[in-house]
């Protein structure tokens, strides 16, 4: 199928026509366009890269309010806990999907997910049309190294569906689990993607029974590779930030979960500085509690502009960066741009929403005012998955999310 996007407005300021054909952006100004399948009339839109929400537990979206106001370590294992060890496949199914919506309507074209049942996970974005990262979670606890390779194949099975292996943390996981599971990451070419110095507790508790700090311990060990993905990084410190470097390990923020269960700030303006490969991500929705990426990218920025007292902090530019093409290369994926060759996974933005008005400076509006409702069309991998702000399969999503949610607290 090909789809002409006329007249939108460019990220430079500029505007021009987009053609799409099969999953990639074939042309900027195409000479020819008549032989499209669609046209859509965006002079009144702006045409923007998908978001990359780059830490998630989507189908935690059931749990959304159930538990908020506690603190990290009681909200975790008395409360998150034991509604997890009820979960069926249904609930992550329809739960991931239920997700998955939320993010279409915020411009989020691809996610990297961690959570139980991951072929339920890969089916909900075989179904939502999405992009995701899957992970197969574990724990010392529930590792198995035959069950993880037969779950890698299975995923690998998906169409837009990038496998790889979720070790929780170094407080679930210990020493030859993470050995054994970087190697057979290699051995399986996969991404990791891991939770690492989230709270001043792992900290503390690692030094107890380390005598050494997470990233210090990670090295020992010899996990961190350029294969891990680190989400929150909270607590390193200026070593730990240059081990983390070194290694060429990725990391991602997730200012608003950490705010929200007080982690803490994370040092993001020293961590990009480090030349580490960073990205934003929501976390899931029991700790944010929304999936929204304006949001998030937002806060980064204010954030790093509070804790650096620097209003020129992690300016606009760099904040959008790091929840589009600095997430596409981390997954190696040609995405991330509105340029031909590209992956065609983008959002058409209403420039007539009142977060849009007046616009100056469109990466400004996208950073510092954009609301979900200002996403007008979202296109993932060359297929519309909402127009005109409309899924065609949400409404029966969200009734039996909500059904499956009540059998869940009732049971
Ligand atoms: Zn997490």
């Not at 952006?25 to 965006?42: G, H, L, T, Y």
């Not at 010392?140 to 998906?158: M, V």
């Not at 210990?174 to 690492?196: G, N, Q, R």
Request: hydrophobic fraction near 45%.
């Amino acid at each position: 199928m090909t789809i002409l996007i006329e007249n939108a407005l460019m990220l430079d300021g500029k505007r021009a026509d987009t053609l799409i054909e099969e999953n990639r952006i074939a042309a900027i100004n195409p000479k020819q366009k008549d032989r499209s399948d669609v046209v859509i009339d965006a002079t009144k839109k702006a045409i923007v890269p998908g978001l990359f929400n780059m830490h998630t537990h989507a189908a935690m979206i059931l749990l959304k309010g159930y538990a908020d106001d506690y603190e990290l370590h009681e909200w975790l294992t008395q409360h998150i806990f034991p509604m997890e060890a009820k979960l069926k496949p249904k609930h992550v199914y329809y739960g991931t999907l239920l997700a998955c919506a939320e993010m279409i309507h915020s411009g989020t074209t691809c996610f990297n997910d961690m959570y139980f049942f991951e072929e339920e996970i890969a089916k909900a974005v075989e179904r939502a049309g999405m992009r995701a990262v899957v992970s197969k979670a574990l724990t010392t606890q529930s590792y198995n190294r035959a069950e993880a390779k037969k779950a890698i194949k299975k995923l690998s099975d998906f169409e837009r569906v990038l496998p790889a292996l979720g070790p929780h943390a170094i407080y679930t996981t210990d020493k030859e689990t993470l050995c054994d599971v970087k190697e057979l990451a290699s051995e399986l070419d996969v991404l990791i993607h891991f939770h690492l110095s989230e709270t001043k507790k792992e900290v503390e508790d690692c030094l107890k029974e380390h005598g050494k700090r997470p990233a210090e311990y990670l090295k020992e060990i010899g996990f961190l590779s350029n294969r891990v993905i680190n989400a929150h990084c909270v607590w390193l410190n200026e070593r730990e930030i240059k081990i983390v470097a070194e290694s060429g390990a990725k990391m991602v923020s997730c200012p608003t979960s950490n705010l929200k269960l007080a982690s803490g700030i994370a040092p993001l303006t020293e961590i990009v500085d480090a030349g580490i490969a960073t990205m934003l991500g929501t976390d899931g929705s029991a700790s944010n509690n929304s999936l929204n990426m304006f949001e998030t990218i937002k806060l980064a920025s204010l954030l790093q502009k509070y804790k650096q007292w620097d209003a020129t902090a992690l300016p606009a530019e760099q904040a959008f960066e790091l929840a589009t093409i600095n997430a596409a290369k981390a997954l190696n994926l040609k995405a991330g741009v509105i340029k031909e060759g590209f992956l065609a996974d983008l959002c058409l933005i209403d420039l007539t929403h009142i977060s849009m008005v007046p616009c100056y400076n469109l990466i400004s509006n996208i950073v510092f005012s954009a609301e979900p409702a200002c996403v007008d069309t979202v296109i993932c991998n060359g297929r519309i998955l909402m127009e005109n702000r409309v899924i065609g399969w949400e409404a029966d999503i969200k009734e039996k999310a909500m059904q499956v949610a009540e059998e869940l607290l009732s049971e």
